[in-house]
């Protein structure tokens, strides 16, 4: 790999980074914590909202350390480096591949969807599942109606991708082999690809009520144009 190329990957690797931390942080800075209801859906978001607050900012630092690692990795194709690291960097066998690297463009993608959410809704966006002030319909919203769980999608797909391929630091290095790594990320992958999703697709519901009973027919028209609620041509 060539300097610019070194470059270039590092750059985009640090990009994934912030929009990572991006995604899974509140635009406003803090949301409510509620009480654990009756209901299935009031113990859902008892959940849902304590996962966000306690352990997505353990993720974030996870993603950090892994995407400092592959850095220092891929810059160790340019600098000699002490034989005692051989094992815990060993040389790239190469870039991650095409797939890796689509991978990568794809998190980066979903990671600026989710912010042009945030822009789009403004201080009307909120982690917590509560009345707006207005119906947004336009930009991300005129694609699907609850466009910041596809970028979450997006995002957290496309970044596993890049890291499990064959290439990069987390393949490399064989800690794949050790059972706590090998744990550790598969609890980071059940908890950003798998949990996310899932709830995202039992929340888009409750939002589509909220909406419809706070905006009637004006709701009505968009879901007419807009019919699919997080995946478009799917669901």
Not at 6 to 13: D, P
Not at 17 to 38: D, E, H, I, Q
Not at 56 to 63: D, K, S
Not at 118 to 137: C, E, R
């Amino acid at each position: 790999m060539n300097s610019a190329g070194i470059v270039s990957r590092s750059a985009l690797l640090i990009l994934s980074a912030y929009l990572f931390n991006r995604t899974y942080s509140p635009p406003a800075g803090k949301f409510n914590l509620p009480p654990p209801g009756p209901t299935f859906a009031e113990k859902r978001e008892w959940f849902i909202l304590r996962t966000v607050a306690y352990i997505f900012p353990l993720l974030n630092i996870g993603y950090a350390a892994v995407t400092f690692h592959e850095c220092l990795f891929i810059f160790m194709t340019y600098f000699e480096y002490p034989t005692s690291l051989a094992d815990y960097l060993p040389l790239p066998t190469g870039p991650p591949g095409w797939i890796g690297m689509l991978g990568l463009l794809m998190g980066i993608f979903g990671g600026l969807f989710r912010i042009a959410c945030y822009k789009a809704l403004g201080d009307a966006f909120t982690f917590n599942i509560t009345q707006s002030p207005k119906l947004v319909t336009s930009g991300p919203y005129s694609i699907v109606r609850h466009p910041s769980y596809l970028a979450v999608s997006l995002n957290a797909v496309g970044i596993s991708i890049y890291h499990l391929c064959p290439g990069s630091w987390l393949r490399e290095s064989g800690i794949l082999q050790h059972g706590a790594w090998k744990v550790a990320v598969w609890a980071w992958l059940f908890m950003t690809v798998v949990t996310t999703n899932v709830f995202a697709a039992f929340r888009a519901k409750d939002e589509d009520r909220l909406m419809k009973s706070m905006f009637g027919e004006e709701w009505e028209a968009w879901r007419k144009d807009v019919r699919f609620m997080i995946y478009p041509g799917l669901y």
